[in-house]
């Protein structure tokens, strides 16, 4: 009788699934960050990407001056770079520097290095083909885990009471290594309605042992 007075207080959300790629590019509305990701999602395998990707970053020009906001540009841009196979490190360059020529030296500078950091160019350099796969590979899923987070971050903005479930889902994060099960959370971390929701979804995809 207990248990039934306290699930009536407990909130019982459906999970939402929204197919962006059946969605217009206008159709996709709200504000800016949420619309980037947004888009980015929709168009990462589009073999235009490269042609579409001016018009995406134009939308976050005057948000890149604040204090997040060019990390989460060079989050967006390291995504594009790792998984967009329809936009080269070229495409990004130039919409880049068309769109900031006072920071877009040193946006791409950073840009490169982290590449360069998370192991693109050390199998390259060293003629190994596994490396450079095994490298490219571990770059992206690991700027989606970022990508994650900070969506999430922005959102639903830290504080005392979450920073303690953010560095929990941080950890979790790790542990997912594959790419489709980091697909659906990016998309999550767009539709839930608050982290809670998006902690539970979450749990419910990690395995049992995890």
């Not at 619309?35 to 990407?49: E, G, S």
């Not at 604040?66 to 080269?88: E, F």
């Amino acid at each position: 009788e207990t248990v039934q007075r306290v699930q009536s207080y407990v909130p019982d959300f459906s999970y939402h699934l929204i197919d962006l790629s059946s969605i217009s590019d206008d159709e996709i509305i709200g504000e800016v960050w949420q619309r980037v990701f947004a888009l980015v999602l929709k168009h990462i395998y589009d073999p235009t990407l490269g042609e579409q990707l001016y018009d995406i970053l134009k939308l976050i020009v005057e948000l890149a001056d604040k204090s997040t906001g060019m990390d989460m540009l060079i989050t967006v841009l390291r995504y594009v770079a790792r998984a967009g196979k329809g936009a080269s490190k070229d495409d990004i360059r130039q919409a880049v520097m068309k769109l900031f020529p006072k920071e877009g030296a040193t946006l791409m500078k950073t840009a490169a290095q982290e590449w360069l950091e998370e192991g693109e160019a050390i199998g390259i350099e060293k003629g190994e083909a596994i490396g450079i796969e095994k490298g490219i590979e571990k770059g992206k899923l690991q700027t989606q885990r970022k990508m994650i987070l900070q969506v999430l971050q922005h959102r639903f903005v830290p504080t005392a009471d979450t920073t303690d479930i953010y560095e929990q889902l941080a950890k979790k994060l790790e542990i997912v290594t594959d790419e489709s099960a980091l697909q659906k959370l990016t998309n999550l971390s767009l539709e839930v309605f608050n982290l809670s929701d998006f902690v539970r979804h979450f749990e419910e995809l990690l395995p049992p042992s995890q």
